[in-house]
């Protein structure tokens, strides 16, 4: 089998053993999971490592979200195609890669230049045109595009940043790992007449999201 057969039966059993079999139902998500190369966005020393069931370490101390962990969160965003996503925590890009996919358009934050630009290299060679990437503080969200539909937070929170529930669109959606007693909890929160109706999706272990920006490196 040449790499691109190999790499592509890997993506196939990804689906089968760690979507499929864990209860993801949504077809567009699951196509959109067969369909992204992973590999790229993530180095690894056998690019088939990339499909593994697990968070990889990217750069800056990051990691890549788990597969499963990416089509929970964006099964839980119920996207039609149509709506303005917000992602907080660029990182490799990979998430940001399957919304694009399933959304109108996305903007991704990122606080790291270093990630951010690495991303949108990828997703320029995969031909992904409806993104825009911002180096910036997610905890403030990104104004200039708001209100958005949907909001998806990829870094884990002591609690809602009041910015991005003022950004969320009337009946958007946000999706958030947030801190709880000894652990993450991945919420999902509906705006309704203003108000948020709170579900606890699963536990869930997210690097930090951090206010601010990074220091600025020794030249
Ligand atoms: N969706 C990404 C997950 C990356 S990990 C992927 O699967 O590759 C979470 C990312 O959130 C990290 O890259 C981290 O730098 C970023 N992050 C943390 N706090 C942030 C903040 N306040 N603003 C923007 N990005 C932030």
Known sequence: ??????LQAARQRMVQDQ????????????EAMLHVPRERFVQTLDPEEAYSDQALPIECGQTI???YMVALMT????????????????????????LARLAAEVVSLERHAELSVRAKQ????????????????GTLGWPARAPYDRILVTAGAACVPQPLWEQLAEGGILVIPVDCGDGQILERITKRSGRAVREALTGCRFVPLVAGMPPVPDA
Do not use: F, H, W
Request: aromatic fraction near 2%; proline fraction near 3%.
């Open 1 to 6: 089998m040449d790499q691109d057969a190999r």
């Open 19 to 30: 979507l499929i079999r864990r209860g993801i139902r949504s077809q567009p998500v699951l």
């Open 65 to 67: 979200s788990q597969p």
């Open 75 to 98: 099964e839980a965003l119920s996207l039609s195609g149509k709506e303005r996503v917000l992602e907080v925590g660029t990182g490799s890009g990979y998430q940001t890669a399957i």
């Open 122 to 137: 990828v997703l320029a060679e995969l031909g992904c045109r409806n993104v825009e990437l911002v180096v910036g503080d």
